[in-house]
């Protein structure tokens, strides 16, 4: 499955937080992986991906959930 989280309007660096059960297994941004621990992290106690956006902030993310 795939969530995907379009960022639009006046471009400003954004932290993305989404609720999620288990970490992805990729975050993409207009269509390129985005590196694990620089661009995101997952914090396992409070459920959460953490998203952080770069130079270009607007434009269409993709999470991938992890498979069980």
């Known amino acids: 499955k795939t969530t995907h989280i379009q960022v639009s ?3 400003q660096r954004h932290i993305l ?4 059960d288990r970490a992805p ?3 993409r941004f ?3 992986s985005l590196a694990e621990g620089s ?3 997952y914090d396992a106690a ?6 952080t956006s770069g130079a270009n902030p607007n434009g269409d993310y993709e999470i991938s ?3 069980k």
Request: glycine share 8%; aromatic share 4%.
């Open 65 to 67: 959930a992890a498979r």
């Open 30 to 32: 207009e269509g390129q």
């Open 39 to 41: 661009r995101w992290r």
């Open 46 to 51: 409070a459920r959460r991906l953490i998203v």
């Open 25 to 27: 297994s990729e975050v």
């Open 9 to 11: 309007g006046v471009a």
């Open 17 to 20: 937080r989404v609720l999620m």
